[in-house]
Structures are given as C-alpha cells and as structure tokens.
Nanobody, 115 residues
C-alpha cells in the first residue's frame, strides 16, 4: 500500500508564502498523476494543481500564476509552492496520487492565511 505524508502547512499573513510537500512511500508505478486538492468545511474538494509523471502541469484558475507544483520523481515527492497567498486560500490541502495501480490520499494539512 502507498502512504502519503504531507507537511508544510501553517499560518501565514496575506501576501506570504508556504511550501507544501507530499512524500509517497511504496511503489506508485511509472505513469501517474500527483496533485493537490483543497477543501473547506461544507464544500466539495477541489483541484488546486496537478503534475504528471512526464512533468505536465495544470492549475486551477484561482491559483495560476501564484502557485507552482513540482515533483522529485526519484523521491516520489510532490511540492506546492504557494506565493502571494490570500485569505481565500485558507483550506485543508490534500495530496493525491493516481496511477494505473492505485489511488491514495494524504491526511490533509491546514493552510490558514490571516493577518
């Protein structure tokens, strides 16, 4: 089984930056998607950014130009660099990996943007 361990969340002021990390243990195959989703209480989980094993990226319109997703394939670790954070970015952020072998979610990490 694959486990995803997230880190990097916390409290930051508007305009600040955070970097989230998600490390996958176990084999996830050679062709996969790794991404970040976020969810506020009472809302559906929404895609923030995703990267494929080939390095193709996609972003939600609300974060494009502010967030950058990257991957270290050797470490099975995906990162989300979040800059110019806004109060509306406050959410629990979840990492997900999906491949032909499996789909798994991380436990979530809280990001709070507040003065």
């Amino acid at each position: 089984q694959v486990q995803l361990v997230e880190s990097g969340g916390g409290l930051v002021q508007p305009g600040g930056s955070l970097r989230l990390s998600c490390a996958a243990s176990g084999s996830i195959g050679n062709t996969y998607f790794m991404g970040w989703y976020r969810q506020a209480p009472g809302n559906e989980r929404e895609l923030v950014a995703e990267i494929t094993s080939r390095g193709t990226t996609m972003y939600a319109d609300s974060v494009r130009g502010r967030f950058t997703i990257s991957i270290d394939s050797a470490k099975n670790t995906v990162y989300l660099q979040m800059n110019s954070l806004k109060p509306e970015d406050t959410d629990v952020y979840y990492c997900r990996v999906k491949s032909t072998l499996l789909m798994a979610w991380g436990q979530g990490t809280q990001v709070t943007v507040s003065a």
